[in-house]
C-alpha cells in the first residue's frame, strides 16, 4: 500500500463509520435457535497476536478470517496455527486495512508493535469494529486520549489486553480489599524481573524481503533499517517503545491502581537507567517509579530487566494487614503480624479476558468490559509518566483530575509524539 493510501484512510476513514455500524450491527445479530452469533475477527501482529488467535478461536461461534503482519512469514505462520486448530484458515495478509474494509468484519485484534496500537485503534473504531488491543494501549499519553474519544464517537467497545483484570481470583483480591479486609489501603508495590541479554550495537543491513519495513514503521517517522532492531528489541526504543515499564509493568501497575481505587497521580519520581549493559537500548533495565494520589496513596513500581530474581508481583499494604497477589493469578492476605489468613490460587484471566471482551461485541454494549479503554488509558498513563519523570531526570506534579504535567512545559512535550506525514491520530 502506498503512503498517500494510508494517509488518506488515516484522515477520511471516519466516513465508513455508518456503513461500518449497519454492517457491523447486522454481523452479530443473533441466529436462530440461541447459537451463538457469529464474531468475525482480523488479529494485527503476529508475535502475541498468534497466541491471541489460539485463544480467540476456542470459542463457539468466533471465526479469525485474517492473520495480518508486515512479515509475510509470520503472517503465514499465524495463519497455519489456527488452521491446524481445526478452524478454518485465515487469509494471511500484511496490511491491516484489508480488515477494516472486510464488512463482515466485527473486530481488530492489533497486538502490533505499541506505536501501532492508537493508530490502528482509532482507524478500526472508525471504520466500525470494535477493538481489542493489547498493552500498553497507547505509544504516548495523548493517544489514549483521543482513543477513549474514538470509542465514544463511534459507540465502540476497545479492550484493552490488560488480561488480570478479568481473573475470578484477583477479582475476589480486589473486593477484599475495597470492603476493607485490610483496613484501609494506602500503599501498592509492583514488580518485575527478567533476564534479558544485550541486544548489541545494530548495523546498517537490508531489509529482509519477507519484510515491509515501510508498513512496519507506519505512524513513526521514518529511521534507516538496523539489524537489531526488528521484530523485539524496539521495545528498547523510544520510537516505537515504552521500556520495560510499558512492555511489563502496565500489568501489575494496573492492577495497584484497581486495588487502591485511584485514577490520576499528583506527583511521580523516577530513578534508574540502563546499567548491566553498553549497548543501543535507550530505555531503562534498572528503574524504580514513584506515584503519589490523593488522600495519602502511593504506589511504587521495580523494574529488574536483565536480574531474574522474583521479588513479587503486587503486594498492598494496609491498616490491618497485606495482600499480595502473584502473576498466577493466586493470592496471600497477611493480618497485622504478617500471618496468612488466606491463600488461593488462581489463573491470570487470559481466555476470561476474551470472553469478555466478545460478549461485549455481541451484545454491542462497549462499556462492558473489564478493562474499558479509559481504565486502560489511566493505567498507561502511569508508564508514561514514569518514563518522562525518567527522561527528564525532574520530579512531575500531575493535574489529579487528568494526569497532565503541571508547570513543566518541556515534560508535557513527551504527552505526544511526532508522527510521519498524515499519520497524526485524529477523531
Known amino acids: 500500500m502506498t503512503e498517500g493510501l494510508h494517509r488518506r484512510q488515516f484522515l477520511g476513514q471516519t466516513a465508513l463509520g455508518a456503513a461500518g455500524l449497519t454492517a457491523l450491527n447486522s454481523a452479530i445479530a443473533r441466529g436462530a435457535d440461541e447459537e451463538p452469533s457469529k464474531v468475525v ?8 497476536g498468534k497466541a491471541l488467535a489460539a485463544r480467540f478461536i476456542t470459542q463457539p461461534g468466533v471465526e479469525i478470517r485474517y492473520t495480518c503482519d508486515t512479515d509475510s512469514g509470520r503472517a503465514e505462520a ?10 478454518a484458515r485465515p487469509k494471511a495478509i500484511g496490511d491491516f486495512n484489508e480488515i477494516l474494509n472486510d464488512p463482515e468484519v466485527d473486530a481488530l485484534v492489533c497486538a502490533a508493535p505499541n506505536h501501532w496500537h492508537a493508530p490502528a485503534t482509532i482507524l478500526a473504531c472508525a471504520a466500525g469494529k470494535h477493538v481489542y488491543v493489547e498493552k500498553p494501549c497507547c505509544h504516548n499519553p495523548y493517544e489514549g486520549e483521543v482513543m477513549i474519544q474514538a470509542a465514544r464517537k463511534h459507540n465502540r467497545a476497545v479492550q484493552m489486553g490488560s488480561q488480570r483484570r478479568s481473573s475470578a481470583n484477583i477479582q475476589k483480591a480486589i473486593q477484599l480489599m475495597h470492603d476493607g479486609a485490610i483496613g484501609r489501603v494506602y500503599s501498592a508495590k509492583a514488580y ?9 550495537t545494530g548495523k546498517p543491513a537490508d531489509v529482509p524481503a519477507e519484510l515491509d519495513y515501510e508498513l512496519w514503521q507506519g505512524p513513526a517517522p521514518r529511521t534507516p533499517y538496523l539489524d537489531n532492531r526488528v521484530h523485539y528489541n524496539w521495545h528498547w526504543f523510544w520510537h516505537w517503545g515504552n521500556g520495560e515499564l510499558g512492555n511489563n509493568g502496565i500489568h501489575s501497575l494496573d492492577l495497584c491502581r484497581w486495588g487502591l481505587g485511584v485514577e490520576y497521580p499528583i506527583k511521580v519520581t523516577s530513578t534508574g537507567g540502563r546499567y548491566a549493559y553498553q549497548d543501543d537500548q535507550q530505555t531503562a533495565d534498572t528503574h524504580s517509579v514513584g506515584f503519589e494520589f490523593k488522600d495519602r496513596k502511593a504506589i511504587t513500581w521495580q523494574g529488574l530487566s536483565c536480574n531474574g530474581h522474583k521479588d513479587g508481583f503486587a503486594t498492598f499494604y494496609g491498616e490491618t494487614g497485606t495482600i499480595a497477589i502473584d502473576s498466577s493469578g493466586g493470592f496471600q492476605q497477611f493480618n497485622k503480624t504478617d500471618s496468612v489468613v ?12 476474551i470472553v469478555d471482551f466478545i460478549n461485549a461485541v455481541r451484545t454491542n454494549e462497549p462499556l462492558k468490559l473489564n478493562a474499558e479503554i479509559e481504565e486502560g488509558h489511566k493505567s498507561t498513563l502511569l508508564c508514561h509518566l514514569g518514563n518522562i519523570a525518567h527522561r527528564t531526570g525532574r520530579t512531575l506534579n500531575c493535574n489529579p483530575d487528568n494526569g497532565h504535567i503541571i508547570g513543566d512545559d518541556a515534560a508535557m512535550k513527551y504527552w505526544k509524539r511526532e508522527y510521519e506525514p498524515g499519520w497524526e491520530p485524529q477523531v
Request: zero cysteines; a negative charge; glycine letters at 20%.
Open 192 to 200: 518485575h524481573s527478567a533476564n534479558r541479554g544485550t541486544i548489541g
Open 78 to 87: 499465524g495463519a497455519s496455527a489456527v488452521e491446524k486448530s481445526g478452524a
Open 41 to 48: 475477527i482480523g488479529v494485527m501482529g503476529m508475535q502475541r
Open 342 to 353: 488466606l491463600e488461593e490460587k488462581g489463573n491470570n484471566g487470559d481466555l476470561e479476558h
